[in-house]
């Protein structure tokens, strides 16, 4: 195992440099968001390294999610296997001769998609479309499910020229009106598509026309689980039979239903396998299509590669969609049908990056070589047992303990995450909240059982303090 | 001057092994709009070579609008100065330790935006917004537009309950109804903000949902210019005030309108200088947001770094984007009322890839050093007397041609695009059409002199034989 570094920090946080640094950048490029200026050059591993010499071990979240890069950095700063894919003659290649991958691929892009994300495919989906973003991995997967949706009414017959025209001017029938479902409180992505099922913060919403689609409540379960069994599986039902209503009732066709795993921005909100099974039988009856958004629960941190898999579901999902941690973003999808019917429809410039996908190659290696979902699954578990200590020992500041067997994907609600987050800084543990007061823990893949008494003493020290 | 190389094809286009590879690609990723299968290792400089070996002059597009990876690499492939780029330790740590920009930027990427995109900023344009693609850069400025218009609306008023509210369910007044403008025959990208403006093609929007926003007219020049003055203004004139009607008239506020510098996916269609004043004296009486949008125009390709120079503006336009040759994207704006009230409105994970910015700045200190611009300008004017030269040998074939004084941005119509595009191929030059009938050249920035009889050669070749 190796050696845990110890952090440090010397200064206030941000430190003075960081603060004159990102006044600097201000002149240009909007910093209201920094949160401090990196030293990436010295950050290794679990710790980040500020420009003021600041040392933290990078296991959680700054507001409003910001934390291992918004959890989007999955094997650790300066990962030696992430820089020797970073020097190979691929990757040069891949950032001086950006190729338009639809019309002009090379040899290598299949290799590279067959050794790397197809290795990494969710079972029973076998095919990729490659993305730059989250944001547009959801929105080409609701596009696909609108294609989809008008393929199945038209059947065989072409397209009319009534359609063709009215497309072009934004009308029925060519613009056909069809929705999809989100979930209050989740998160999808903030282009027009994607933000108008994003339904977590008016901060990402206020002041965008939207699209008049439908929410359905998400579960609200009550901690801890074993004692609220029967109200739980209540409200899920409640919940269930909600999205059927509004699958049979909205004023327009619902095509697909997003869902993330867990509802990370939202506040690492939980359901239980048998409320996503739910989705799925309603879903398959209706012929809706089921979109899992794994961008943020996708590459390991549930202690699964995808936190669907802890579902058992008896169908696959229809789309799942991925980004953050695998460097790149995309969906995979298992239904050639999702294949649109011409070329030219699910198509743009780049379609991805060669570069990213070749990043996410090494990252996917490097999960699988060092067993680091098992890791996280294991860590996670003893990370669980010593919060549920906390717990015990400070109800006031732990409530609502979740994530139980779902690898270091952990969260709480306290009672000010503002002072928690503060006090932690300070301590040298580069922590913040999401929700309203919310502590989401989200080490990397390679945070070891060495570092849980870092952390647990920190919240011990910031608990006892508060 | 470096020796041209010469092109080679022996193989029918795309040959067996583009064939066999594309094939292969297919099982897993939609390979069908694949025209053949790259040996990047083996392209250099103007010169695309497949995995058959065939060897082409990569100046213009294959339907629907591919040439030079969609008009995407601007200082050839295999470049030496952005291969050096790519191996800098500055680069290997952008890869491996990628920044959640907005919330923890190295001290390094202030310095890179300064010393790269900033070198490049439009006049009176000094803040910049990263993005990954054109299509993203342009909802981010609608975003940034909507913003605006909300912004003067409510004064110093705080956000309402109501408002806060009403938006996470997708309804007015927090999701308010405002619209952008955009021109028939417009490309402005696929998400489902842009591609509500898109209008060149159905192919691109058919089945999609879209917002109810206006179209105006774009102006149909007649050619030769100088024959048909008065008519032209007559259009142009009848388009501005179909724009300022759709301003007054729309049922919603209209926040923003979008126009390319030449419209380029709709087929090459020009308008003057005086057309582009018009638009910005509408925009300015109006509170319009006037967004140009440089994705296709920018980086040099007009004879001027960005396409909109060429109008002498009393005001630069509100906003620019840009992707493609930049590859990397975003936009500049000027305003700083079209930087949110608060962060995180104009927020997302990465903000960008600053692998990509480093490979920016290359391309723009490449531009730079080896006068790019100025060489586009001075080769355009010699290649566009040249296709006039064809105009009148074969006045069938060579239809309105257009692009005069726009540098190597030259357009024509013909009778039958895929019969030219497919002798061209045969005879070596990558060359495709776009819009109905329309051939677009689309060399590199490095297309010299030297190449012109190459092309002109191919092109009489092609004209001889039809």
Redesign the interface.
Known sequence: MPAVVEHSVTTEVPGPMSKA??K??DT??????????????K?SGNY?VD?DGNKYLDVSL?L?D?YS??A??PVG???PA??E???S?E???A??????I??????F??DL??DGL?KAAPEGL?????A?????AN?LA??AA??L???RERGEAE?SNE???S?????TP??????ILSF?NSFH??????L?TT?SK????????????P?APFPALKYPLEKHTAENDAEEKRCLEEVERLIKNWHCPVAAIIVEPIQSEGGDNHASPAFFQGLRDITKKHSVVMIVDEVQTGFGATGKFWGHAHWNLTSPPDIVTF??KA?TAGYYFGDRML?PD?????????MG?A??VI?CKAVIDEIRNKKLVEQTARVGDALYSEMEKLAQKYPDHVQNLRGKGQGTYIAFDTQSAAAVTSSMKRLGVNIGACGKETIRLRPMLIFEEAHIPILISAFEKTFSSL
């Not at 060519?174 to 929705?179: I, Q, R, T, V, Y």
């Open positions: 640094s990102a600097k950048l240009f490029f909007d910093a209201r968001a920094v949160y401090f200026v990196v030293d990436y050059d950050s980040i420009v700054i409003p910001s890069q918004i989007s950095i700063y300066n990962n992430l820089i894919a970073a020097k003659p990757m040069i290649s950032l001086v001769n950006r190729p338009a639809g019309n002009f691929p090379s040899a892009w299949h998609l067959q197809m076998n095919h990729i479309f490659t730059q973003s989250g944001s547009e929105e609701y596009k609108f294609m949706y008008r393929r397209w359609e063709i025209q497309c072009l001017h934004n009308t060519g613009s056909p009106e069809l929705a209050k992505g903030r282009g027009f598509g994607s108008s339904r008016a901060v990402h919403k206020l002041d965008i026309p939207s699209f008049n689609w929410q980004s953050k460097q294949v011409k070329a030219y429809r699910q198509f743009n410039t780049w990056d570069a990213r990043v």
